[in-house]
């Protein structure tokens, strides 16, 4: 299945967690299972804009975007990981509200039992969407598996408050388990923040992706060949890789794009959506970018 169709089909998970939870809270007036009502909305926003990002990541380069569009799904965990923010401080002025005036709790057996049904069904997606998100590396769509997640540990976790406010008559439980899980989806909203930060700024390939690189060029670096000035970089579902090839100066051209072609391939091979971009030089001669500092 597409990263799309498994975006549709967490929208339609969303809007099928939406209504059972604003049910569940609706028959027990239940403050922590508004909050977990509030999250299932970010997920349903933050599937249905995934969904954009993905529609304009998998566009083909064109003249203003020439290395393509795989950044765009940055935008999107980025999107989620504010809509997280704006989530939690809804849920803690519901909460503080609620812990001001406790108000007591209504079929709160029915409640729990749509909350557990809706977690089942977010907790099957996630799992794999996640496995997906894994082979095709795509930011959207972890994102959104990750934060399905953390709604199903919110969930599990306003559940078990709830069974406890129902065994000690703790009212103030509620409203203080709300706040708590607002906390939590704050901290995944932070980490999803800064991921999509740091995918903007090109950040380096992972350390397993660094280690692949070495291991094929090692196998073609002897006396006669040799590559340095190795620079790595992501976006989205592509891996970049530049660097220098030094060879004999002596080589012909066909023999030394032979080579390149040859060492390209082995890359790609060996990382999966790799783009290597190899400059030809002699082995007596060295380019120098580093030696002077931008200015401020």
Known sequence: ????????????????????????????????????ALESLVNLAGAMFALAMVTVAARPPDEEHPYGHHKAEYFSSGFEGVLIFVAALAIVWAAVQRLLNPQPLDAVGLGIVLSVVSSAMNGALAYSMLRKARQVRSVALEGDARHLFTDVWTSAGVVAGLLAVQATGWLWLDPVLAIAVALNILREGARLVWQSAGGLMDEALEPDAKAQIDEVLAGFDHHAIRFDHIVTRSAGQRRFVDMHMHMPAAWTLGRAAAVRTSVEQALMAAVPGLRATIQLLPLDVEAHFDDEKDPL
């Open 1 to 36: 299945m597409k990263v799309s169709a498994y975006l549709k089909l967490s929208i339609a998970v969303a809007l099928a967690t939406i209504t059972l939870k604003t049910g569940a809270w609706w028959v027990s007036g239940s403050v922590s299972l508004l909050s977990d």
